[in-house]
């Protein structure tokens, strides 16, 4: 049974990614409770890409384990379940599944049954999914409520034209269950405190789950745009807890625990993309991160066979940082010049990030050598412009999905996000937050998981 859910998973990923491109540009397809999109076949290849390689891994890893039998349909159940949710037009069934997803990921976090850590993570992931579950459910009552409708397609034609005020109640509610889905600040206590979960189910949820924000917020995007103060208050929350989540990754000396940090800080800078108005470049962001942070979470064992002693990080010398502006202008202007960005509105804030990114890879290439360094703004400006492209692309499949790009007008918020990210970013590359005890103990204490959760003896996860 394990294999034929392995192959079952690839199989219908190839498939759905092949009717992703047969039908580029088409419209959806509706069927009872359930409509067909890009969106859909898109979201869906891509999450049956990662279960089925978090499947592979874990025919070996999770061999020997005393509910081996179990793992692999509950494994399946929550692959499915995802796949139905992005599928779902029906108001009712879409939360029925949201709670269902959440269940079942609750459970997997608890897999190994009698270990009482493993346990008081799963409840506290539950009690959470089970809150964000209740926002989600008050918001879609009030959407359907403004627009008359019970489907979510009939709630993004109608949001427009609804009475402003229960539609922007209804999206903060739903910015609130994707804010806890994803394990934003100051809901990511959550998500640090799953590190008990199995390794694979860590991958699948980093990779995929959490995902499930920003894939709510894409999905009634019309409806967030209706609402351009609830926009606005997703592109603050996305900020906020992208600084934090960066901030805290710094901090942690656990190797699961500083990915989950980075979890919060990517999850917040696709709902960033999205309060921005580009949802889709949203989607392609969530891709690339679920694929590459599955393969930190699997590869996480190897990491620390190689770990060694850390040693004081040196600052950038003045050549380094002199390589870094020329990248960053570089990468930037590739991003640019492919993604169409800078043609209006707040797309300059995309650019930004793309050029820090390229500056923050020069500073990690610090210690290599000098030819490397150098060569680095030339290759940087080819990732930026590939990046802008895959970002471009994916608009394009994605056209047919109704608001998915409706760039924001560009505000003193967002002027005043570009500062922040800028200077903090700066701040961290001259060594001024190492030298706030304050700073580092905010840090750890706020990003520590639940107490009840942490194992501090290696025999208790055998107990």
Same mark, same amino acid.
């Given at each position: 049974?394990?294999?034929?859910?392995?192959?079952?998973?690839?199989?219908?990923?190839?498939?759905?990614?092949?009717?992703?491109?047969?039908?580029?540009?088409?419209?959806?397809?509706?069927?009872?409770?359930?409509?067909?999109?890009?969106?859909?076949?898109?979201?869906?290849?891509?999450?049956?890409?990662?279960?089925?390689?978090?499947?592979?891994?874990?025919?070996?890893?999770?061999?020997? @384990?005393?509910?081996?039998?179990?793992?692999?349909?509950?494994?399946?159940?929550?692959?499915?379940?995802?796949?139905?949710? !992005?599928?779902? @037009?029906?108001?009712?069934?879409?939360a029925g599944l949201w709670v269902a997803m959440g269940w079942l990921l609750a459970d997997l976090i608890g897999h190994v049954r009698g270990w009482r850590q493993a346990a008081a993570a799963a409840a506290l992931a539950r009690a959470w999914f089970l809150r964000g579950a209740a926002a989600l459910?008050?918001?879609?009552?009030?959407?359907?409520?403004?627009?008359?409708?019970?489907?979510?397609?009939?709630?993004?034609?109608?949001?427009?034209?609804?009475?402003?005020?229960?539609?922007?109640?209804?999206?903060?509610?739903?910015?609130?269950?994707?804010?806890?889905?994803?394990?934003?600040?100051?809901?990511?206590?959550?998500?640090?405190?799953?590190?008990?979960?199995?390794?694979?189910?860590?991958?699948?949820?980093?990779?995929?789950?959490?995902?499930?924000?920003?894939?709510?917020?894409?999905?009634?995007?019309?409806?967030?745009?209706?609402?351009?103060?609830?926009?606005?208050?997703?592109?603050?929350?996305?900020?906020?807890?992208?600084?934090?989540?960066?901030?805290?990754?710094?901090?942690?000396?656990?190797?699961?625990?500083?990915l989950a940090a980075s979890t919060t800080a990517q999850m917040g800078?696709?709902?960033?993309?999205?309060?921005?108005?580009?949802?889709?470049?949203?989607?392609?962001?969530?891709?690339?991160?679920?694929?590459?942070?599955?393969?930190?979470? !699997?590869?996480?064992?190897?990491? !620390?066979?190689?770990?060694?002693?850390?040693?004081?990080?040196?600052?950038?010398a003045a050549p380094v940082a002199a390589i870094a502006l020329a990248a960053a202008i570089a990468a930037g202007a590739g991003f640019a010049l492919t993604s169409g960005k800078l043609d209006g509105g707040a797309g300059g804030l995309l650019v930004l990030f793309a050029a820090l990114a390229a500056a923050q890879a020069v500073v990690a290439l610090a210690g290599q050598p000098a030819r490397m360094l150098l060569l680095a703004p030339s290759v940087l400006a080819v990732a930026g412009a590939l990046y802008g492209a895959l970002v471009a692309g994916v608009e394009a499949l994605l056209a047919g999905t109704p608001g998915l790009v409706a760039p924001q007008p560009f505000t003193a918020l967002h002027a005043l996000a570009a500062a922040a990210f800028t200077g903090i970013w700066i701040a961290v590359q001259a060594g001024l937050h190492r030298r706030s005890v304050a700073l580092y103990a905010w840090l750890v204490a706020l990003s520590q998981p639940a107490a009840a959760a942490v194992t501090d003896r290696r025999e208790a996860h055998h107990a």
């Amino acid at each position: 049974m394990p294999r034929l859910l392995t192959l079952a998973n690839a199989g219908l990923c190839l498939l759905l990614a092949l009717l992703a491109l047969l039908r580029w540009g088409a419209g959806p397809v509706a069927s009872g409770p359930f409509r067909v999109d890009s969106l859909a076949l898109f979201l869906g290849a891509a999450v049956l890409l990662v279960s089925a390689v978090v499947h592979a891994f874990s025919l070996r890893f999770m061999a020997g @384990d005393a509910r081996f039998a179990a793992f692999f349909p509950r494994l399946s159940a929550l692959a499915a379940a995802v796949l139905l949710l !992005l599928a779902a @037009d029906n108001l009712l069934l879409f939360a029925g599944l949201w709670v269902a997803m959440g269940w079942l990921l609750a459970d997997l976090i608890g897999h190994v049954r009698g270990w009482r850590q493993a346990a008081a993570a799963a409840a506290l992931a539950r009690a959470w999914f089970l809150r964000g579950a209740a926002a989600l459910a008050a918001g879609l009552a009030l959407l359907g409520w403004a627009t008359g409708s019970l489907s979510i397609s009939g709630v993004v034609a109608g949001a427009a034209a609804a009475d402003g005020v229960l539609v922007g109640l209804g999206c903060a509610l739903l910015g609130l269950a994707a804010a806890i889905q994803s394990g934003l600040f100051p809901f990511h206590r959550w998500l640090m405190s799953s590190m008990t979960a199995p390794t694979p189910v860590s991958a699948f949820m980093h990779a995929g789950l959490v995902n499930a924000g920003g894939v709510l917020v894409a999905r009634f995007a019309p409806a967030f745009e209706a609402a351009p103060a609830i926009l606005a208050l997703v592109f603050l929350a996305g900020a906020a807890s992208a600084l934090f989540g960066a901030l805290a990754a710094l901090v942690q000396s656990d190797v699961k625990r500083g990915l989950a940090a980075s979890t919060t800080a990517q999850m917040g800078f696709m709902l960033l993309q999205c309060g921005l108005g580009f949802h889709a470049a949203a989607m392609a962001h969530l891709v690339l991160h679920g694929l590459y942070k599955a393969s930190l979470f !699997l590869g996480a064992g190897s990491g !620390l066979a190689q770990a060694r002693r850390p040693g004081a990080e040196a600052r950038p010398a003045a050549p380094v940082a002199a390589i870094a502006l020329a990248a960053a202008i570089a990468a930037g202007a590739g991003f640019a010049l492919t993604s169409g960005k800078l043609d209006g509105g707040a797309g300059g804030l995309l650019v930004l990030f793309a050029a820090l990114a390229a500056a923050q890879a020069v500073v990690a290439l610090a210690g290599q050598p000098a030819r490397m360094l150098l060569l680095a703004p030339s290759v940087l400006a080819v990732a930026g412009a590939l990046y802008g492209a895959l970002v471009a692309g994916v608009e394009a499949l994605l056209a047919g999905t109704p608001g998915l790009v409706a760039p924001q007008p560009f505000t003193a918020l967002h002027a005043l996000a570009a500062a922040a990210f800028t200077g903090i970013w700066i701040a961290v590359q001259a060594g001024l937050h190492r030298r706030s005890v304050a700073l580092y103990a905010w840090l750890v204490a706020l990003s520590q998981p639940a107490a009840a959760a942490v194992t501090d003896r290696r025999e208790a996860h055998h107990a």
